[in-house]
Every structure is written in C-alpha cells, then in structure tokens.
C-alpha cells in the first residue's frame, strides 16, 4: 500500500494520523469492492494511489480533524451490492446514508460496533433478512 511507505518518512504525530488513514482507507476500500454496479460514479476517486489523497478527500466521506470518518453519504447513486462488514471499523461515524440504492443482502452486524452513530438512512434498498 501507499500509505505504508508513508509511514517510513513521517515525525511521531503524522505517523499517527496516516494510521488511521490507512485503516480508514482499507476498510472505505473492502466496502468498494462489495459494490457491483456504481452508474453515477459515486466512488470515482476511492483510489489507492500515491497522489490520489487520503480517504477524507474522496467523494461522500467526511472526517474530524482527527482524521476519522464521521461521515458517509452515498445516498440516491443507483449503487448495487452489498454491505462489506469492514463498515464496522469506521468505529467513529456520526453518519452513515445508504439510501435511494439497491444494496441488497444482510445489514452486516458490525454495524452495532459503530458507537458514535447518531443517523443511519438505509431506506429504499433491498436488504433482507434481520437487524
């Protein structure tokens, strides 16, 4: 990974936080892999890349200054798939806005890991079984 070979060339401080955005990445990551089908190119620049930008910078994440994600909002992009269980790791969202999709499947139980979650709109997809 890229964000590997930043942690050799950083102080303390910045090793910390490109930690957490190496983490945050590959879990964002592993959730792009479960989507089959992404007409309106939500997921674009979810690139692992050198040059790319950390996960806080791609499209429809938001994080603290921390560098957590606390936001996710992929609403209303036709998206298709299913819901990787690495959206647990995300143990800092406040957010997480799935709606107007077609996510199908089980609501992944590591969702119950997500403590600070305050909204989760997963209206309008077609998931099944229980939660």
């Known amino acids: ?3 590997f070979f ?3 060339f950083t102080s303390r401080r910045t090793t910390s936080f490109l930690i957490v955005a190496l983490l945050i990445g590959i ?3 592993r959730f792009k892999e479960k989507v089959l089908s992404d007409p309106h190119g939500g ?3 979810w690139i692992d890349e050198a040059g790319v930008g950390t996960p806080c910078s791609w499209n429809g994440v938001e994080c603290s200054s921390a560098g957590h994600v606390v936001v996710l909002d992929l609403k ?11 959206i ?3 143990i800092h969202i406040k957010s997480l806005t799935l709606c107007n999709n077609s996510f199908s499947g089980a ?3 590591e969702i119950r890991n997500l403590g600070a979650l305050e909204l989760l709109d997963l209206r309008n997809n077609n998931f099944s079984g229980r939660f």
């Not at 209303?76 to 690495?86: H, Y």
């Open 1 to 3: 990974f890229f964000f």
């Open 6 to 8: 930043l942690l050799l």
């Open 27 to 29: 879990a964002l990551l």
């Open 43 to 45: 997921l674009f620049d």
């Open 76 to 86: 209303d992009l036709g998206m298709e798939g299913t819901v990787a269980a690495d």
């Open 88 to 90: 647990g790791k995300l």
């Open 107 to 109: 609501i992944p139980d």
